[in-house]
């Protein structure tokens, strides 16, 4: 029996091409996830470094106005009050040396001096 390759369905390819089609749809997959992903890349980086320089330009300018040249030296001056709420303590901090200092006890200010809680027992009393 004679067989005439005009007599083969159109339709009907052989195993070895058909591996060959199969090998080359998936290279043609990774080659285009491959692009894909360096066009990903590089826009994430041109985003990154877009961000990075609007950030400075933004918040530069605004961090170096926060404190004047004259100001950034002076030491910050904390005040805590005593248990008994009569005295405070003044504490100072300074920025330039980080210096940390423990000045004086003296009456709080704007604190008149109050009125001691009688310590006995009193009828009526408050």
Same mark, same amino acid.
Not at 34 to 48: G, I, K, M
Not at 86 to 111: I, M, Q, Y
């Given at each position: 029996?004679?067989? +005439?390759?005009?007599? %083969?369905?159109?339709? $009907?390819?052989?195993? /070895?091409?058909l /591996?060959?089609?199969?090998? !080359?749809? $998936? $290279? @043609? *997959?990774? !080659?285009?996830?491959?692009?894909?992903?360096?066009?990903?890349?590089?826009?994430?980086?041109?985003l990154?470094?877009?961000?990075?320089?609007?950030?400075?330009?933004?918040?530069?300018?605004?961090? *170096?106005?926060?404190? &004047?040249?004259?100001? !950034?030296? *002076?030491?910050?001056?904390?005040v805590?009050?005593? &248990? +008994? /709420?009569?005295? #405070?303590?003044?504490?100072?901090f +300074?920025?330039?040396?980080? @210096? %940390?200092?423990?000045d004086?006890? @003296?009456? #709080?200010?704007?604190? &008149?001096?109050?009125? *001691?809680? &009688?310590?006995? %027992? !009193?009828?009526?009393?408050?």
């Amino acid at each position: 029996m004679k067989t +005439d390759p005009q007599f %083969f369905p159109a339709n $009907r390819i052989g195993a /070895r091409a058909l /591996r060959r089609t199969a090998q !080359a749809l $998936r $290279r @043609e *997959r990774r !080659a285009t996830l491959t692009r894909l992903s360096v066009a990903f890349s590089l826009f994430v980086a041109l985003l990154a470094s877009a961000f990075l320089v609007g950030s400075k330009v933004v918040i530069g300018p605004s961090a *170096r106005s926060v404190a &004047p040249a004259g100001e !950034a030296s *002076r030491p910050a001056e904390i005040v805590l009050a005593l &248990p +008994d /709420r009569t005295f #405070c303590r003044h504490l100072s901090f +300074d920025n330039a040396t980080a @210096e %940390f200092t423990a000045d004086k006890v @003296e009456p #709080c200010p704007g604190n &008149p001096t109050r009125k *001691r809680a &009688p310590t006995g %027992f !009193a009828w009526g009393g408050r």
